[in-house]
């Protein structure tokens, strides 16, 4: 039963979410389920996703589902993630001016695809989860269980073809207690992976202050204006 509607909530999620029945559990589908359970963005950071993301939060999306994957040791299949090319900018009087370029390069910055770097998960790897779940902390999971069949409608029972009958499950359900051995294994690679996080939060702020001010002085090189140079002098620079 618990195999039929694990298949039940994959069906629903790979029927509503984009893209749309591919067969697979994309970041963005498994992101979208875990809003379901109810997780918030502090306690899974890829339920923030948005549709509206850019190709760099996609592969960051797909970055940091990798490495939760692998760290409860799931083994998705790996596929290369395909982006559209952005609309370049518009001609004025027949040319492309330098400065729309350098926004058009802002706005849309060259992201150049990661090989093999979006995990998708059979239903068998949904599966793997949820029961390595229920067995690692059955408390927890008979509420985010249960919060899904609340926020997912109509689940189809893939052997009856008709809705369950139920939408809640009873904790008595669920083992009493966590299997111990398997608590400390992941206890020991959430510990690993926090520091790994910590420590790539760290440098992606490092990035992101470079990149700041590769920016603004770019910026000052197309505004152009008064400027003071080392010794003090004021000189006028000519912007794009």
């Known amino acids: 039963m618990l195999s039929r509607l694990i298949t039940a909530i994959f069906t629903y999620f790979d029927q509503t979410i984009v893209p749309y029945s591919t067969g697979w559990f994309e970041p963005e589908k498994f992101s979208a389920m875990m809003a379901a359970a109810g997780y918030t963005p502090q306690e899974f950071p890829p339920v923030a996703h948005t549709p509206e993301a850019t190709q760099l939060e ?4 797909d970055a940091w589902l990798t490495n939760w994957y692998r760290d409860v040791s799931l083994d998705p299949r790996m596929e290369t993630r395909q982006f559209e090319a952005p609309e370049p900018p518009s001609p004025v009087d027949g040319r492309i ?8 390069a802002l706005k849309y910055p060259q992201v150049e695809p990661v090989v093999n770097g979006m995990p998708k998960l059979a239903t068998h790897g949904l599966e793997y989860y949820f029961v390595s779940t229920i067995l690692s902390n059955p408390n927890d999971a008979a509420i985010r269980l249960n919060n899904i069949l609340g926020s997912t409608p109509d689940l189809i029972d893939p052997q009856t073809a008709l809705p369950f009958e139920r939408d809640f499950i009873p904790r008595s ?9 398997l608590m ?6 959430q510990e690993e992976r926090m520091a790994i996080q910590a420590q790539e ?3 992606r702020l490092e990035a992101e202050h470079q990149a700041n001010l590769m920016i603004k002085r770019a910026m000052d090189n197309v505004s152009g204006g008064w400027r003071i140079d080392s010794n003090g ?6 912007g794009l």
């Not at 996609?58 to 999306?61: F, G, K, N, P, T």
């Not at 359900?173 to 051995?181: I, S, V, Y």
């Open 201 to 203: 939060a760290h440098l």
């Open 173 to 181: 359900c669920f083992p009493p207690g966590p299997d111990k051995e």
């Open 233 to 238: 002098h004021r000189y006028y620079q000519q």
């Open 184 to 189: 400390e294994t992941n206890l020991r690679l």
């Open 97 to 104: 001016r330098m400065r729309d370029s350098f926004f058009h």
């Open 58 to 61: 996609h592969q960051q999306l």
